[in-house]
């Protein structure tokens, strides 16, 4: 198979969470630890920074990974999902992995993806996890899927485990109270290998302190952090809860023998986006009338993004928005200011709410607008209205932004 074919195959062949929703997820590690022992067990072969958490879990592992290249460290970085290019998943030093190797490593395994029935998500940890041994890199910033007890990643021994905050997504997976989804968080705490937390409450700093001492794992809370001093190319207000996280964890790596100085702190914090190709997180695409767009879908994000955006001086506000068939609607479309022009769309995965569903919710909640059958015709329609010093904001979903960026 070439690549195209490869990765049509790898989309269609087996079910993948971010397409179809609940029939992916296996709430097992079985099926990935025998795929790691087919592999030989790459995953022993590199050191490894384990972040899981509801928010910020993305860019948090993409800051760390800036900083370990600044450093000059060969690093190895997973993530998910992506947005333009299934490779987005897998890089090294900010390159995305070779479509040969992708092509190769599933030609070669097709037998036994096949016979064991693997999910989209085993099948990737797995081709990450050998192209980091292949390479030989100095360390892989590994980013939890969902969850983090049963999450494929969850195989990994790493030097520091990173949880930022708790908030109540994914419910029919992961439980329907904070301290249950902490429960599953705290899953990727492991024997003798301390945890940062970014944010907690009474009910998740419970959960977390009473695991850590099961674990014998010494527990870092990063909210005291000073992190006054430090400043990101990741803009949005927000991102300064998730400079916090990564300022604790690299002490940490520091004490671990780690050669981490300052200036490189300072420079990977600032260089995230050119050092590892980040995009959507409150990501200005252009500047009159101004376009911002941020994958920010679940409560506790929208929440930090909405917030944001009245902090925007404009005319009028045009919000393109679009949102999964799972989304809890009545949790987040209160969130959003009635004042704007609503452009709703479905985003083209399986999953996507149908357009007109989403408006008649949202007549609800006093949003007002009209429905589209994409987002590209959301996003065109936005445009013809929009006034030089106008705002458009396009979110709501991980999977409308892909179409923009």
Not at 61 to 76: D, L, N, P, R
């Amino acid at each position: 198979m070439n690549y195209s074919e490869t990765i049509a195959w790898l989309f269609n062949q087996l079910p993948m969470y971010q397409r179809v929703g609940q029939s992916a997820y296996k709430a097992d590690l079985s099926a990935t630890i025998t795929l790691a022992n087919y592999l030989n067990n790459p995953e022993k072969s590199f050191k490894s920074v384990h972040v899981a958490g509801t928010n910020g879990k993305g860019s948090t592992s993409h800051m760390i990974a800036s900083v370990f290249q600044e450093a000059g460290y060969k690093t190895g970085l997973y993530t998910s999902p992506h947005l333009k290019d299934f490779r987005e998943r897998i890089k090294i030093n900010g390159n995305m992995i070779p479509e040969e190797y992708v092509s190769g490593f599933v030609q070669r395994h097709k037998p036994y993806f096949e016979s064991n029935q693997l999910s989209f998500f085993e099948m990737t940890v797995g081709l990450a996890f050998d192209y980091f041994r292949e390479e030989e890199v100095d360390i892989a910033i590994i980013e939890v899927g969902m969850g983090g007890r049963l999450d494929s990643t969850n195989i990994i021994s790493p030097e520091v485990s990173v949880i930022t905050n708790i908030g109540l997504d994914h419910t029919k997976f992961l439980g329907d109270t904070l301290e249950k989804v902490a429960f599953e968080k705290a899953g990727i705490i492991k024997e003798n290998i301390p945890v940062v937390i970014g944010e907690a409450v009474s009910e998740t700093e419970n959960v977390f302190r009473r695991i850590a001492v099961e674990k014998n794992s010494a527990i870092e809370f990063a909210e005291a952090i000073d992190s006054s001093n430090y400043f990101s190319d990741l803009k949005g207000i927000y991102q300064q809860k998730n400079i916090k996280t990564v300022l604790s964890a690299l002490k940490i790596l520091q004490n671990r023998g780690w050669e981490i100085s300052e200036e490189n702190i300072q420079n990977g914090l600032l260089n995230t986006v050119k050092n590892t190709g980040l995009m959507g997180r409150w990501q200005i695409l252009n500047k009159s009338p101004k376009v911002i767009c941020d994958t920010g879908h679940n409560k506790e994000g929208l929440k930090l993004v909405l917030k944001q955006l009245q902090n925007e001086d404009y005319q009028n506000l045009h919000i393109v928005l679009g949102v999964v068939n799972d989304k809890d609607l009545e949790s987040v479309l209160p969130l959003f200011p009635v004042n704007a022009t609503y452009y709703f769309c479905k985003p083209n995965i399986p999953r996507g709410l149908d357009a007109s569903l989403l408006l008649s919710q949202a007549r609800g909640f006093g949003l007002k607008g009209d429905d589209y059958f994409s987002v590209n015709s959301a996003f065109e329609a936005a445009k013809t209205a929009a006034l030089k010093d106008d705002l458009i904001f396009i979110g709501g979903s991980t999977f409308v932004v892909a179409e923009v960026v």
